[in-house]
């Protein structure tokens, strides 16, 4: 059985028990789920852990309620809960144009040695996360299921509602643009002191 | 490749000058980037992941409470029950069934006392006009 064959299986099993009133079942989907739904909610929205938790307790209480009437075999778990999440996070985002930005947000200071590579690290997630930013929602969202997330791009045409090919060229237009953005900080993100 | 043989002219992954795994030279740097971001994704507080179970166990509690009112017996069993069951109703039945059937087809003793031969008010042992209930109505 191929491994996203056996990742629904033991998903639909699991909602399952939790349909049919399993406390277990319900720690087990919050452990397996809610860090990868948190983790694309973050990315989506920049950063706002607030607005990421609300959107990953959000998206997980849709699960809940969804569970009586789960179909297995139907949909996967993390791919519907993707899609959720995706839709939570762009409805927000279209709220909120003009937001706190990025560079907003306060960077931890440390005098360990060893946090001048930690916050080169630092440095570089956030580039790539304000790079993130500047991409239109839905080549952002394609970029991030399909190089952050590893999701196959039929997984992310069922989440985006879109058919492989535009899936394609969403993710190739969001890489170029993404190379464009970053081209110019090389030497800012300390990049030639890593190699 | 062995060291000092030929690679006629073609580009190797470890060339520093086409190295495209370095971060931000190139498709490769930007798949590092990636890379990193994937193997260093942003973790949930535990606050949250308790608030997601409570709201998972919240939901099937709402379930059982739901399922517990639906399978509760209709208001009527419980008077069938106080009559004493299905029993009760079976002697109920009967009951009308003969009463219907007297008002309909009357024998004949029950007729003739229901004619008003029998039915006086000596018959019956007392005298619906007496003083007494003239005096209350009054």
């Known amino acids: ?195 | 490749m062995p060291v000092g043989a030929p690679n006629w002219g073609m580009r190797t992954m470890t060339d520093p000058k086409h190295d495209t795994q370095r971060p931000g030279s190139g498709t490769g740097g930007l798949d590092a980037l990636l890379a990193e971001a994937r193997a260093t994704p942003p973790e949930p507080a535990r606050d949250l992941l308790a608030r997601i179970e409570a709201d998972g166990a919240a939901v099937q509690a709402e379930r059982r409470n739901r399922d517990a009112v639906r399978s509760q017996p209709p208001w009527w069993r419980g008077m069938l029950e106080a009559l004493g069951g299905a029993p009760s109703l079976a002697g109920l039945a009967a009951a009308s069934v003969a009463g219907l059937w007297i008002g309909i087809a009357p024998p004949e003793a029950a007729a003739s006392w229901l004619s008003g031969d029998e039915l006086s008010s000596a018959g019956l042992g007392f005298d619906p006009l007496s003083g007494y209930d003239l005096a209350v109505w009054e």
């Open chain 1, 1 to 195: 059985m191929a491994f996203d064959a056996m990742a629904q299986t033991e998903e639909d099993r699991l909602i399952a028990a939790y349909a049919a009133g399993d406390p277990v079942a319900a720690r087990a989907l919050t452990a397996r789920l809610a860090p990868r739904i948190y983790a694309h909610a973050m990315r989506m929205l920049g950063g706002d852990s607030a607005e990421a938790e609300d959107v990953t307790q959000d998206a997980m209480l849709r699960l809940w309620h969804a569970a009586e009437s789960w179909e297995p075999g139907a949909a996967k778990a993390s791919t519907w809960l993707f899609r959720v999440t995706s839709n939570l996070c762009i409805d927000r985002l279209r709220k909120r144009r003009g937001g706190p930005a990025l560079d907003d947000v306060p960077e931890p200071v440390s005098d360990a040695p060893s946090a001048v590579a930690a916050l080169q690290s630092r440095a570089r997630t956030d580039a790539l996360q304000d790079a993130l930013m500047r991409l239109p929602d839905r080549q952002r969202q394609a970029v991030i299921l399909r190089h952050i997330e590893g999701l196959s791009n039929p997984e992310i045409a069922q989440i985006m509602d879109i058919g492989p090919r535009a899936v394609e060229s969403l993710t190739a237009r969001g890489k170029r643009a993404l190379e464009a953005l970053l081209a110019g900080r090389r030497a800012e993100l300390g990049y030639e002191d890593d190699d």
